[in-house]
């Protein structure tokens, strides 16, 4: 790719890519445009959700699972509206409406496979809302948690989803080697996965909670007002990975020095929060695989959307 001639940086070529990516579908124009209506309805809101038959059926495959805790099965979006309330519907169309639309026609590779990107996904999503829970956070701070962990590494569908076949290399040679992703990323492109992905929901319209939680899920938040919240999704996602919910093939737990080093991080982060380290191999072991077994269907729902786009 390059601009009068001149070649373009990896840098440019995803501040560019990132730009048409990050343009809003209609249907979430309008949402967004609605939903700050004071005068707004649930029934209002479902109307527009329901415009899109895809967005729609995964918004209902989510609030089904266990993670969001009705007790009852929802069978339509204006009941999802009553019971979430706006703004996390707002915010759950959002994350699942940026991840189908870059799970578009992505080939998949050896080490990058859209199921176990989904898989570690919602892991840590529950993983997130469990520990927030554990740790006394409110119903808030819990469904944030949630949606926070399900799209922490949104950031690398939006690498991968650019640069294929070089990023597919990358995870390869991290997975292959003693090189961190994150440092052969920065090399690549000038940006990690946290970074990208970051910058990217910020493009949508993300509240800044979620911004903070992926930008800052591989390291310490720079500001405090949402370092809690920033503790129990990086913690969340160590827990994904320790639990063998790995965002790629081959990953670190297949590895015995790797898994104990991991361990022993998942216990350090727990101590900060302090979680008794005893749950960490019992219940919330036992909750965490429970709950993204039962929450299968959604994560076949979200492979089964980017196959139909192709």
Not at 62 to 77: D, H, Q, S, W
Not at 79 to 100: D, F, H, I, P, Y
Not at 276 to 296: F, G, M, P, Y
Request: hydrophobic content about 45%; proline content about 3%; glycine content about 4%.
């Amino acid at each position: 790719m390059s601009v009068a001639g001149m070649p373009m940086s990896r840098k440019e070529v995803l501040a560019t890519s990132m730009s048409a990516l990050g343009k809003l579908p209609p249907t979430m124009q309008q949402l967004l445009s609605l939903i700050n209506d004071p005068k707004v309805s649930p029934k209002d809101i479902a109307k527009i959700v329901s415009y899109d038959p895809s967005l729609a059926y995964q918004v209902l495959k989510a609030v089904n699972c266990a993670f969001y805790g009705i007790p009852r099965e929802i069978t339509n979006i204006t009941q999802a509206v009553v019971l979430l309330g706006l703004t996390n519907v707002r915010n759950l169309c959002l994350g699942l409406s940026m991840s189908m639309k870059l799970a578009q026609r992505i080939p998949e590779s050896k080490s990058f496979k859209l199921v176990d990107f989904w898989r570690h996904s919602l892991a840590t999503a529950i993983a997130s809302k469990i520990i927030a829970n554990q740790v006394g956070e409110s119903r808030e701070v819990a469904n944030n948690a949630f949606l926070g962990g399900l799209l922490h590494d949104i950031g690398k569908l939006v690498l991968y989803r650019v640069f294929t076949n070089e990023y597919a290399e990358l995870v390869e040679e991290s997975l292959a080697g003693d090189r961190d992703l994150l440092e052969l990323e920065l090399q690549f492109c000038e940006q990690s996965h946290a970074d990208v992905g970051g910058n990217f929901v910020v493009s949508w319209g993300m509240d800044s909670s979620f911004v903070s939680c992926i930008v800052n899920h591989h390291q310490i938040p720079s500001s405090p007002q949402y370092e809690s919240l920033c503790k129990i999704v990086k913690l969340g996602n160590k827990l994904a990975n320790l639990y063998g919910f790995n965002c790629f093939a081959n990953s670190v737990s297949s590895n015995i020095r790797d898994a104990e080093e991991l361990r022993a991080r998942v216990f350090e982060k727990a101590d900060e929060l302090k979680i008794d380290t005893n749950l960490i191999e019992t219940d919330i072991r036992t909750k965490v695989i429970s709950e993204v077994k039962q929450a299968e269907s959604f994560v076949e729902a979200m492979i089964l959307a980017a196959k139909k786009s192709k």
